[in-house]
């Protein structure tokens, strides 16, 4: 199967501190990988997404960073947060089918950012 | 820039009522599209995806969508609604360059 593994689930984190969210891919190699913030009457709004190792087309300039060290490893960063940076963060992917040309995103379980 | 637009942003309907929400893009080309919907306290789930051929396309729970390319148009429709159809509703875009757009999202509330 191809999964997602994003952790954690609920962050609480004071304003300036660093902030590191990971996300795991399994079952599947080079995919197209995303991260999005979910904000109550905004959607999700995309931020990152990554076409391969080391590519990164960023969405919307802000206080973030993202990073894909490994093929199916995609990073969220900030090095000091801010009261608005807090929301519903979603890592996804899109899926590839058996012909190898890719379907519909799936997602991660989502983390909670709180920052006070 | 490069859009998602869900102009219906709450929808209140009594159950067995005909439903339609709207979704329009902003790009030109070759585009993938999804509609997704988000339960009370769930994740997101795919109701249908358009990638080519015919352009009405059948989801899951009786959903359909009609992809309408001269007006940049993907609207979402079931002919009859469920309490159980109360949740969000979000329209996606995806372009050849692998960029996935969503819509800012409509919440749908079902009156039994």
């Known amino acids: 199967s191809q999964t997602i593994h994003q952790w954690p689930a609920t962050l609480v984190q004071p304003v300036g501190s660093p902030l590191s969210l990971e996300c795991t891919v399994e079952g599947t190699s080079n995919p197209n990988l995303y991260w999005y913030r979910q904000a109550a009457g905004r959607g999700l709004q995309l931020l990152f997404y990554s076409v391969g190792i080391g590519q990164i087309s960023s969405e919307v300039p802000q206080n973030l960073s993202a990073s894909r060290p490994q093929d199916r490893q995609f990073i969220l960063s900030s090095k000091k947060l801010l009261l608005s940076d807090s929301g519903f963060y979603l890592c996804?992917?899109?899926?590839?089918?058996?012909?190898?040309?890719?379907?519909?995103?799936?997602f991660g379980q989502g983390t909670r950012l709180t920052v006070v | 820039a490069q859009s998602v637009s869900q102009h219906n942003h709450h929808v209140i309907l009594s159950e067995a009522a005909s439903l339609e929400l709207g979704c329009n893009y902003s790009y030109g080309g070759t585009v993938n599209l999804f509609w997704y919907v988000q339960y009370p306290g769930q994740h997101l789930q795919l109701l249908l995806k358009y990638f080519s051929g015919d352009p009405l396309v059948k989801g899951i729970k009786g959903f359909e969508a009609e992809f309408i390319k001269s007006k940049f148009s993907f609207n979402l429709r079931k002919p009859s609604v469920q309490w159980s159809d109360t949740a969000e509703y979000f329209c996606?875009?995806?372009?050849?360059?692998?960029?996935?757009?969503f819509g800012s999202g409509t919440r749908l509330l079902v009156r039994p």
């Open positions: 996804a992917r899109l899926g590839q089918g058996a012909s190898g040309m890719n379907t519909e995103a799936f």
């Open positions: 996606a875009v995806k372009r050849s360059s692998y960029k996935l757009i």
